[in-house]
Antibody, heavy 119, light 108 residues
Framework: EVQLVESGGGLVQPGGSLRLSCAAS????????MHWVRRAPGKGLVWVSR????????TYADSVKGRFTISRDSAKNTLYLQMNSLRVEDSAVYYC????????????WGQGTLVTVSS | EVVLTQSPGTLSLSPGERATLSCRAS???????LGWYQQKPGQAPRLLIY???SRATGIPDRFSGSGSGTDFTLTISRLEPEDFAVYYC?????????FGQGTKVEIK
């Protein structure tokens, strides 16, 4: 069974850092493109970042470019999101999602981890 | 960058009624790059439709997608109690990927 489990969220002050993890099971992470998506309280889904299957190409939303870094550890079958210089507007539930095969989009999602940026 | 606009923002309907949700793209997109998701409170989003009209694995046939170019529609033929949720369209297979702002389907 495909499963994604996020962790690492919490309360952090503006300007601080957090690293989110997304542990995958039931499939090999390095065979799929992977994404981070967030949902702020009372708002809709917003795509944040993605990494290709080879781990050689990463893309970011303009709002996080230069502050967030997506990566993965194939040995641990885990996806990461390093978040630096956090802002109040980064507060959200962060989901990792798997990009499906062929033209199938985000076919598996984790339950999310809450990040709160506040002083 | 494609911007997706969903309407209406909220749809108030009764169980058994038909729901029609709209998603309009700011420029023409390939039908093979348009999907729909359902999200319930406290849960992760769930893929319903991909390629504009293909149902994902395990999705009941009361859910259907249609459209092309800039106008896409998600139809729920007869609302079941578990269908009351927020629905998002998505333009994928591109960077950046884009979601619409969502349509909430609530019980009337």
């Amino acid at each position: 069974e495909v499963q994604l489990v996020e962790s690492g969220g919490g309360l952090v002050q503006p300007g601080g850092s957090l690293r989110l993890s997304c542990a995958a099971s039931g499939f090999t992470l390095s065979r799929y493109w992977m994404h981070w998506v967030r949902r702020a309280p009372g708002k809709g889904l917003v795509w944040v970042s993605r990494i290709n299957d080879a781990g050689t190409d990463a893309t970011y939303a303009d709002s996080v470019k230069g502050r967030f870094t997506i990566s993965r550890d194939s040995a641990k079958n885990t996806l990461y999101l390093q978040m630096n210089s956090l802002r109040v507007e980064d507060s959200a539930v962060y989901y990792c999602a798997r990009d499906g095969v062929a033209t199938i989009p985000f076919d598996s999602w984790g339950q999310g981890t809450l990040v709160t940026v506040s002083s | 960058e494609v911007v997706l606009t969903q309407s209406p923002g909220t749809l108030s309907l009764s169980p058994g009624e038909r729901a029609t949700l709209s998603c309009r793209a700011s420029q023409s997109v390939s039908s093979r790059q348009l999907g729909w998701y359902q999200q319930k409170p406290g849960q992760a989003p769930r893929l319903l439709i991909y390629d504009a009209s293909s149902r994902a694995t395990g999705i009941p046939d009361r859910f259907s997608g249609s459209g092309s170019g800039t106008d896409f529609t998600l139809t729920i033929s007869r609302l079941e109690p578990e269908d009351f949720a927020v629905y998002y369209c998505q333009h994928y297979d591109s960077s950046p990927s884009a979601f619409g702002q969502g349509t909430k389907v609530e019980i009337k």
